[in-house]
């Protein structure tokens, strides 16, 4: 063992030649050997230093071996010193018992054995150690202890702290929470409550596109009325031709605009709808044409048609795509000046027939291309034109010919050069013969001319009540039908015309909707009760015209909707078998 772990071992005998037998013996040990010759001075000894292990001689003079022990172990410092009896003379089991009893541990004889004596010391030396150490362990786990439970309080402080802080980050994160989430509701609310007002907005849009397409076609309707009884007498004056004339083109189109603004709401809600029949791409055309013949020749531009000879047949609704063409054509004559060529050229392309309308008008701008079938797209009045339209028109075409399975697309040079719109629309029949139109008109229902009719002398003769509150509507229509050779009875409001179809008991009533006194529903509702009603072919005359008036209007009981101002021909359609066209006609009309 080194220096710094020896220990102290403490030698008690009064005869210092064994004394120095014990060092002797005891020297191999390495360890501090300290002497005493008395028991007193043993105490001495002890009181200085601490010591392993005690070698105890018994028989001493002042004080023998058992009451140095006694002595030793009664002091708190020493009771666990263990010591070790030396004696010379032969002990008893009672003096044995005496020994341990004052805290001896063993007994060695004298004379000493050597070994035996170095080998109970060093025993004992060693449980001193290992107790040493044991206490230095424990000092050392209980300094620990208290580095951790200094480092716990430490640790606990900070998490506290950090707990603390951390609480307060949380507290002011859920306090701007608290704000974010009061801003999004107040802004949820808001975009809620603008939502219901252009929700709102767009309902009352709808409501007064309605009532403004009825309150433009009331006044539309006399105008109409009045150009036709104006055809039907031969005009010397060509300057009163020429107002005639002019007065029905710009009522043509004033109520192709009530009609486009009317399906711009159609178009928002997607509630435009088609009703498909077979019709021969010929026959589309010159309809289509039709429309568009007052403008062209008023601009006194040249138009080129040209058809394949093959017949083709498409599968569609017959108003809806003379709608799509005749906005096209209707167009390339608008936007081009006096004098300019249009072309109209249709041909086959793949499974689909392709129309193509080229002019050499005004053009289109670069930038306006891409968005010229969006809705309220106008071209610009680079060119020194003013804007015309509501831009509308192109937006129907689109949609229109998506309806139907086809495609449109425009091109142009640029401005000043003309343009080219391109309409495919899927073939459904291609026949090498094909279809006349005497064979369409029977397929459709619909004729081309008056000629087709047989003429005004061929529509025979009706008993006919037209109702309206509108007076000039009423008269100018009760004079036309009159004018045809109809026997014709009027009615201002809904009870006179309750009054005059008992009375007179008509082929055709002609009702207006809103009329005073009894709607024209309540007067449908009213006839069809009576036994004299049944077969009546009643017709809503109207200026309303949505497709949710219409399918009032046939489920309050009307054979057919008309909507004002009605085109002649498609009356007199109506006049010649009103039992058996009254539904075609009013789905078209």
């Not at 498909?276 to 055309?285: G, I, Q, S, T």
């Amino acid at each position: 063992m080194s220096t710094q772990q020896k220990v102290n071992i403490l030698l008690v005998d009064d005869q210092p030649a064994r004394l120095l037998t014990y060092q002797s013996v005891l020297s191999e040990l390495n360890q501090n050997l300290v002497t005493a010759r008395s028991g007193l001075e043993a105490l001495e000894k002890l009181m200085r230093d601490e010591f392993a292990v005690v070698l105890l001689d018994v028989s001493m003079p002042d004080m023998d071996g058992f009451e140095a022990a006694r002595l030793i172990h009664e002091h708190p410092r020493f009771e666990r010193t263990p010591i070790i009896f030396v004696t010379g003379v032969h002990m008893s089991e009672l003096d044995r018992l005496r020994g341990y009893k004052v805290g001896a541990v063993d007994y060695v004889a004298i004379p000493v054995v050597p070994e035996i004596l170095r080998s109970k010391v060093a025993v004992l030396v060693e449980l001193y150690c290992k107790r040493r150490e044991l206490i230095d362990l424990n000092r050392h786990l209980a300094e620990a202890n208290e580095r951790l439970a200094e480092a716990n309080v430490v640790l606990q402080a900070e998490k506290t702290r950090e707990l603390h802080a951390l609480n307060a980050s949380l507290q002011q994160a859920n306090l701007e929470m608290e704000r974010t989430n009061q801003v999004l509701h107040s802004e949820v609310v808001e975009r809620a409550r603008a939502e219901q007002a252009l929700k709102e907005a767009d309902r009352l849009k709808d409501e007064f596109l309605a009532m403004l397409a009825h309150e433009l076609r009331n006044p539309l309707a006399p105008i109409r009325n009045a150009v036709h009884l104006m055809k039907l007498k031969s005009l010397e004056d060509a300057q009163l031709r020429l107002s005639r004339d002019i007065i029905d083109r710009q009522l043509v189109q004033l109520t192709r605009l009530v009609d486009d603004l009317l399906d711009v709401s159609r178009i928002t809600r997607g509630k435009i709808n088609v009703a498909r029949e077979r019709m021969e791409l010929r026959d589309l055309v010159t309809r289509a044409v039709e429309t568009v013949t007052p403008t062209i020749e008023a601009r006194k531009h040249r138009l080129t048609v040209e058809l394949p000879e093959r017949a083709f047949v498409i599968y569609g609704d017959p108003l809806r795509l003379t709608q799509v063409l005749g906005n096209v054509l209707g167009n390339a004559a608008k936007f081009t000046d006096n004098g300019g060529q249009i072309s109209l050229r249709a041909r086959r392309r793949h499974r689909d027939v392709e129309i193509a309308v080229r002019d050499s008008g005004i053009g289109i701008a670069p930038q306006v291309l891409p968005r010229i079938f969006d809705l309220f797209t106008q071209l610009d009045d680079r060119m020194g034109r003013a804007q015309s339209g509501l831009g509308i028109g192109l937006a129907l075409v689109r949609r229109l010919v998506e309806m139907h399975g086809g495609t449109v697309r425009a091109s142009s040079p640029g401005l000043g050069l003309g343009s080219e719109f391109v309409i495919r629309l899927p073939i459904s029949v291609e026949r090498a013969d094909g279809l006349s139109s005497e064979r369409l008109v029977a397929d459709t229902g619909l004729a081309e001319s008056s000629e087709a009719l047989g003429g005004a002398a061929r529509v025979p003769h009706r008993r006919i009540l037209v109702a309206d509150d509108n007076l000039d509507a009423l008269e100018s229509l009760a004079t036309l039908l009159a004018q045809e050779g109809h026997e014709v009875f009027r009615a201002a409001d809904g009870a006179e015309a309750l009054v005059a179809a008992e009375r007179h008991r008509p082929d055709i009533a002609l009702l207006d909707i809103g009329m005073p006194r009894a709607t024209g529903y309540e007067v449908v509702r009213r006839i069809r009760e009576e036994p004299w009603g049944h077969g009546m072919t009643l017709v809503a005359l109207t200026g309303w015209g949505q497709e949710s008036d219409r399918r009032r209007s046939h489920e309050a009981g009307f054979n057919a909707h008309l909507t004002k101002p009605v085109d002649p021909e498609i009356l007199r359609r109506l006049l010649l078998t009103p039992e058996t066209s009254g539904s075609r006609i009013g789905k078209l009309a």
